[in-house]
């Protein structure tokens, strides 16, 4: 395999591979440097990347493996992520503002969820993948994940009912 050939297999989803990796690590540069080391074990695996069925969700275990790996190197346990990829220009500065701020407490009420779930909820909500391809980075079942999933969804509705009763939450 050329370079020419790699980059357009690994460039639709180098953007999910540094999302789950900000998902798992500390910071944007930890995530950026994880996704290059990343990139370039699969550049040196690049003569067998043709023998897996799924490339994306090859390159998504690699990714999830070398991220815990380094937390586990650096005991690193304040994970949070930050994945504000809304924006809309035609609304005002108020709408804007309140937007931001429910994104942020969306993303705090995901980072107070177990790891897995904060996982599976990165790669099924926010990535759209499909429930065989979590199973197989996760090393899980699809049930497992389907469970988890529902779990991680009706804390998080819970949750936000609970806020919006004692009126912190508007929407």
């Known amino acids: 395999m ?3 050939r790699f980059l357009q297999q690994i460039e639709p989803i180098k953007d999910k591979m ?3 990796a900000r998902r798992l ?3 944007k540069e930890a995530a950026e440097d994880a996704t290059q080391d990343v990139l370039v074990k699969l550049w040196k695996r ?5 023998t897996y069925d799924n490339l994306e969700a090859f390159a998504m275990t690699v990714t999830k493996n070398h ?6 190197l650096k005991r690193n346990n ?3 992520i930050v994945h504000n990829n809304y924006e809309d220009h035609q609304t005002g500065l108020q709408k804007q503002l309140e937007t931001k701020n429910e994104l942020e407490l969306v ?3 995901i980072n107070e969820l177990p790891q897995q779930q904060q996982v599976i909820i990165q790669l099924r909500e926010i990535e759209q993948m499909e429930y065989d391809a979590i199973a197989k980075i996760l090393n899980m079942n699809e049930t497992a994940v389907r469970v988890n999933l529902s779990r991680a969804r009706k804390k998080l509705r819970s949750q936000m009912q609970n806020l919006q009763d004692y009126g912190i939450a508007e929407h």
Request: net charge positive; glycine share 0%.
């Open 46 to 50: 690049k003569e067998t990347l043709k």
């Open 107 to 109: 993303e705090h009420l």
């Open 2 to 4: 050329n370079q020419k």
């Open 25 to 27: 690590l500390v910071s």
């Open 67 to 72: 991220c815990l790996d380094e937390l586990r």
């Open 78 to 80: 304040n994970l949070r």
């Open 18 to 20: 540094f999302r789950l």
